[in-house]
């Protein structure tokens, strides 16, 4: 026991007494060996050097060869790496060299560097802390697929399927804050590629964003006061499309802002995600978006922009199917101020502005229009469009745009389904438009101007709201060109527009709050050069230099026009009856099926009128009404003229008196004076009117008497006075028809001449100074389509003078005859071929002519005027042809050859114009002749043109002794004009005179 202690105390006092133990003995070896495998410093240091071999050596290793099975097991990639490197004291991972092809083997990933640095420290918090993120030079190819799956996706769904499990118990939703803590000190994407390839379209596409930057900063997924992160986005997409997104954001509580633009993207890309939607074809264009922005999260989303622009550059579409031609271009749209609130549910536009804005439009043959045409088949069904109705709720969405500028921009229209196509275009247009939002019954203020492109420009100026619909503007179209519209005169009529051009300027409001749609237009109108003819047709039918209307008062509903002046300045009129009886002015009407609504203004079921109009004062100036009727032989040709005179009252309202008075000249002598009161038009009121006319050459009527009472007039006037009373459709008139002087031509075979001595009957009626005094009353309804008055008056004077000839002894009377003299010296006058103008030096004989009527008072001389059909008619075809292709003395002789040949091209082709020239020296006069010659070979003029100018030679020369030698009209008479009068060896055409003395 004792001995126990003892050892014990010694192994105590030994071990106590270790450092005493002399060093190099064996049992000073031993103790060391335990002290040092007994230490804790030894466990530490083999713990750090294993800690540090699995770090450096093993985690890099097992990472090597597990991360190509696992990409293989669970996505089925092949995959490479380079390297990977761990250092487990900093607490980083480095693999640079990755590569992974899909199972396609097609690259689907691949970087040159991934960088981890995990923040140690913050663990110990209870925060996942990264201290630095860093990828460089990635590349991504990101498929978007027939099903709209993407090959991420896919490739993990083919390795990954779905095991079905029994339905586990719903998990206990977290507690707010439970998430793990997350930090981010810097993550870093540089140099990447992402290649994004869509096949969910008809036509697969890809897209290439390279380079792609990103960076991020200081992110953590709890709440922090005061501090946010910083992130950063930049890439490029394509040749052109950049983009950039910057800002700050916080994760708890969720808040983001910052700035985002994305700017030229390009109209390729725009395209491709359009084409099943849109469907147009985009040719060519760019757009840039940007906008400052914040994101806030909380009880709900909120998103705010502010500042937002969006810019449209070159912009280019076209309709598919029309040959990729561009029907709409843009230069450029700028939105600017674009501001939205998720929030307040509102957004909205400080302005847009639109430059350079050109479409064309056009309804085809089919009455389709073109930009509807492919939306046809874009169209939902009414199930589909029943079944999407209501879809969205847009209640309480507030929007506005301050501000719409349009301009230099142009609108082209082409309308195909009418016989001759239509072109009409807008161009210079600019149009404003102020504040519009949802608030659909506010005034929105708007002015407007543009420029037609064939002639004329608009203006309008007011304010409009769209619902209810109202509209007020000043409207103005000043000198539009009414030629361009002729196509659409067209399909109700057979008139051709050779010039006119319409003034108006007013003010429009229109109020669609009632139906139907109230509206009032006061301003004045003025139409001005008008020219129109016939189609097929050389000759003119209707123009005027002035039509001037104000002021001019007009009410939609009901319907009234009311009108303070019309003034109609230098008037003219050509009607003609063709050899088929037929008149120029029934063609005017294009044939077709009557239509059963009743006309404007006419009465409806017996009440009111359809439209309600009132004329104040209606002013002519200057008119003129030609007639020409070719189905009598000769030719009957006359012309009203010099009508001036007013019309006041005119209405279809009764109770209404007007009053009418004009005053003219017809042919050269003749007068007429038309006055009388007028009641309401289209009623039962009575309208009386008194015309009277004097001094009308016979001559003129000679082909009138030719056919019905088988004789040429050769000399002789007209006087007329006639009344009529007018009440309803029934017409009573008093015609008074005074012959003075007439005397007979030659005899005419005719077959609806009078069976009759006529010579004898018209003497009988003759009074002593040789004056036929005849009263014709006439009465009956103007809705007779037999009854006409000028047809029933002639029919009752032929019938006198039946009656003259058959009871001679009742209507006896005395005859004054005639002698002539004559001076064969004085008897012939020249006139320059194809003119009214006398060869110069004739005029000495009219001087001496004058001078012996002048001391012979009881002379009368007898002017016939007369033309060589040989020599007049070679330069009459002349001028027809030189009017036709617009030949003048201000062109020189190159020009008019350049005409010349173009009409013989057009008439006779151009291989035929080359053969003729090939016949043709090269003397540019020479050619000339030779052109005119050949296009006037087989040229027919009017059958009336020889008696035209016949008469106009005999007229002028009556007009010429009446005005500059005051030779009184009594001793000058027009005789019927000479058609096949002889010329002198000059080619000057002979006029002779013929004296006659009366008794």
Not at 576 to 588: C, P, Q, Y
Not at 632 to 646: D, Q, S, W, Y
Not at 673 to 694: I, M, P, Q, R, V
Request: charged share 20%; proline share 4%.
């Amino acid at each position: 026991m004792q001995a126990g202690k003892w050892e014990s105390a010694v192994a105590k006092q030994g071990e106590e007494s270790q450092g005493d133990v002399q060093p190099g003995s064996a049992k000073a070896k031993q103790d060391t060996v335990k002290a040092v495998y007994k230490r804790g410093w030894f466990w530490a240091a083999l713990v750090v050097v294993l800690y540090a071999l699995a770090g450096f050596a093993g985690l890099p290793w097992w990472l090597e060869r597990n991360l190509p099975t696992q990409a293989q097991q669970y996505m089925g990639w092949q995959t490479t790496v380079e390297n990977i490197s761990v250092n487990p004291f900093a607490m980083t991972v480095e693999v640079t060299g990755l590569a992974a092809q899909d199972a396609n083997a097609e690259p689907v990933l691949a970087f040159d560097r991934f960088y981890v640095d995990l923040g140690f420290w913050q663990l110990v918090t209870g925060v996942v802390a990264f201290d630095t993120i860093e990828l460089v030079e990635p590349n991504i190819r990101l498929d978007l697929l027939e099903d709209y799956n993407v090959n991420f996706a896919r490739d993990w769904q083919a390795h990954n399927p779905v095991v079905d499990e029994p339905d586990a118990a719903p998990a206990e939703p977290e507690e707010a804050g439970s998430g793990p803590k997350i930090y981010l000190g810097k993550l870093q994407i540089s140099g990447g590629e992402l290649m994004f390839r869509d096949f969910s379209m008809a036509q697969p596409e890809s897209f290439s964003i390279s380079p792609l930057d990103f960076g991020i900063s200081d992110l953590a997924t709890y709440s922090r006061d005061g501090s946010n992160s910083n992130y950063s986005l930049e890439g490029a997409l394509g040749e052109k499309t950049t983009f950039s997104w910057a800002g700050s954001l916080s994760v708890s509580p969720l808040h983001s802002s910052g700035h985002l633009r994305i700017a030229d993207i390009d109209s390729a890309i725009i395209a491709h995600f359009i084409q099943e939607v849109m469907p147009y074809s985009l040719q060519s264009g760019s757009v840039t978006l940007e906008s400052d922005y914040e994101l806030l999260g909380g009880d709900g989303i909120s998103l705010i922009t502010r500042d937002g622009t969006l810019g449209i550059r070159a912009l280019a579409l076209a309709i598919a199917g029309d040959d990729d031609t561009p029907q709409l271009s843009i230069n450029r749209v700028d939105v600017s101020g674009i501001n939205f609130s998720l929030r307040e549910h509102y957004a909205g536009i400080a302005k847009v502005a639109v430059d350079g804005l050109q479409v064309s439009a056009v309804k085809g043959a089919d009455g389709e229009l073109n930009w509807l045409r492919p939306l046809a088949a874009a169209t939902p069904s009414a199930a589909e469009a029943d079944g999407e109705a209501g879809t969205g709720d847009g209640a309480g969405f507030r929007w506005s745009v301050d501000e719409i500028a349009v301009s230099g921009s142009q609108v082209q229209w082409r309308d195909e389904q009418l016989d001759t196509p239509v072109d009409l275009a807008l161009q210079g247009i600019d149009l404003s438009i102020g504040k519009l939002s949802q608030q659909f019954e506010e005034p929105v203020p708007y002015e407007l101007a543009a420029n037609l492109v064939a002639g004329g420009n608009l203006r309008a100026r007011g304010q409009a709201t769209l619902v209810p619909f109202t509209l007020e503007t000043a409207l103005s179209a000043n000198e539009v060109v009414l030629g361009q519209f002729e196509p659409y005169v067209q399909m109700a009529t057979n008139l051709v527009i050779r010039d006119g051009r319409l003034t108006v300027d007013g003010e429009l409001d229109l109020d669609g709050q009632k139906d139907p749609m109230t509206g009032t237009f006061s301003g004045t109108g003025e139409l001005k050069a008008l020219d129109l003819g016939l189609k097929d047709d050389d000759e003119p039918l209707l123009g005027w230099q002035t039509l001037q209307l104000a002021p001019i008062e007009y009410n939609l509903s009901p319907a009234r026009l009311e009108i303070g002046t019309v003034t109609l300045s230098a008037p003219r009129v050509q009607v003609t009856k063709n050899e088929d009886g037929d008149e120029n002015v029934s063609r005017i009407a294009r044939v077709g099926e009557a239509s059963a609504a009743p006309e404007e203004g006419e009465a409806e079921d017996g009440g009111e009128p359809g439209m309600i109009f009132r004329i104040g004062e209606f002013v002519l100036q200057d008119g003129a009404v030609s007639y020409t009727d070719r189905n009598i032989t000769p030719t009957f040709a006359t012309r009203v003229h010099e009508l001036n005179g007013t019309v006041t009252g005119l209405s279809n309202i009764a109770p209404q008196q007007g009053s009418v008075a004009i005053k003219g000249r017809i042919g050269e002598l003749g007068r007429v004076d038309f006055g009388g009161s007028l009641g309401a038009l289209g009623g039962e009121d009575t309208t009386e009117l008194k015309l009277d006319l004097s001094q009308l050459s016979l001559p003129t009527l000679s082909p009138y008497f030719g056919r019905y009472v088988g004789y040429n007039v050769d000399s002789g006037k007209l006087n007329l006075d006639l009344t009529y009373q007018i009440t309803g459709e029934h017409i009573k008139a008093e015609n008074l028809v005074i012959l003075d002087q007439l005397e007979l031509g030659q005899e005419v075979d005719s077959e609806d001449a009078v069976n009759a001595p006529v010579e004898l009957g018209l003497a009988l009626l003759r009074d002593r100074d040789g004056v036929i005094e005849v009263d014709l009353p006439v009465e009956g309804d103007l809705n007779d389509p037999e009854f006409r008055v000028g047809r029933v008056v002639a029919r009752a004077f032929v019938n006198l003078l039946v009656k003259a000839a058959a009871s001679p002894f009742s209507m006896l009377g005395s005859m004054a005859e005639l002698a002539g003299l004559s001076a064969e010296e004085l008897g012939t006058v020249y006139f320059e071929a194809g003119s009214e103008d006398l060869v110069a030096g004739e005029e000495e004989k009219l001087s001496a002519l004058a001078q012996a009527l002048q001391e012979r008072s009881e002379l009368v001389l007898n002017i016939r005027g007369a033309v060589s059909q040989e020599l007049d008619g070679l330069v009459l075809k002349q001028q027809v042809l030189a009017r036709r292709i617009g030949l003048n003395g201000e062109l020189v002789t190159s020009e008019r050859i350049d005409r010349l040949e173009g009409e013989y091209r057009r008439v006779n082709g151009s291989d035929a114009l080359e053969v003729m020239r090939s016949e043709q020296g090269d003397n540019p006069q020479d050619w000339e002749i030779a052109l005119v010659k050949a296009l006037t070979q087989d040229l027919n003029l009017p059958p009336e043109a020889f008696g035209n100018l016949a008469l106009a030679r005999g007229q002028g020369l009556q007009r010429q002794l009446l005005q500059q030698y005051e030779i009184p009209p009594d001793q000058l008479f027009l005789r019927d004009p000479q058609l096949n009068a002889s010329g002198n060896e000059d080619g000057e055409v002979a006029v002779q005179f013929t004296l006659d003395a009366r008794s």
